[in-house]
Nanobody, 114 residues
Framework: VQLQASGGGWVQPGGSLRLSCQAS????????MGWYRQAPGNQRELVAT???????EYTDSVKGRFAISRDNVKNTVYLQMNSLKPEDTAVYYC?????????WGKGTLVTVSS
C-alpha cells in the first residue's frame, strides 16, 4: 500500500489550496481518513478526520475554513483549505486506516505568507 499526497504550495493569506491523498496497492477497505499538520517547532496535530460514513471532525482553529471529503471509489481523501492564515503554515500529512492498519503519507508543505 502506498499513499501519494499532493496539493501543497505557497499561497497568500486569504487564499485557498486543496490537498489530496490517494491510496494505491492492495487496498481492500479504508475506514478513517484524516489530515494532520506539523509546524516548525511544534508537535504534529490533528486537523480533520472523516469516517467511512462521511462523519467529519475538525480542530477548532480550522472550523468553517477547511473541509475534508473522501472519494471511496478513488481511495482518495481531500482537504479544501480556504481563508488560509499564516498560522496554517505547516507540513500536512494524510493518515488512512487501510485494511485495519495505519498508514501515513509523505508530508506536503503548505506555506501561507505575503
Amino acid at each position: 500500500v502506498q499513499l501519494q499526497a499532493s496539493g501543497g504550495g505557497w499561497v497568500q493569506p486569504g487564499g485557498s489550496l486543496r490537498l489530496s491523498c490517494q491510496a494505491s496497492g492492495r487496498v481492500f477497505s479504508i475506514s478513517n481518513m484524516g489530515w494532520y499538520r506539523q509546524a516548525p517547532g511544534n508537535q504534529r496535530e490533528l486537523v480533520a478526520t472523516i469516517t467511512r460514513f462521511h462523519r467529519t471532525e475538525y480542530t477548532d482553529s480550522v472550523k468553517g475554513r477547511f473541509a475534508i471529503s473522501r472519494d471511496n471509489v478513488k481511495n482518495t481523501v481531500y482537504l479544501q483549505m480556504n481563508s488560509l492564515k499564516p498560522e496554517d503554515t505547516a507540513v500536512y500529512y494524510c493518515n488512512l486506516v487501510i485494511n485495519g492498519l495505519n498508514y501515513w503519507g509523505k508530508g506536503t508543505l503548505v506555506t501561507v505568507s505575503s
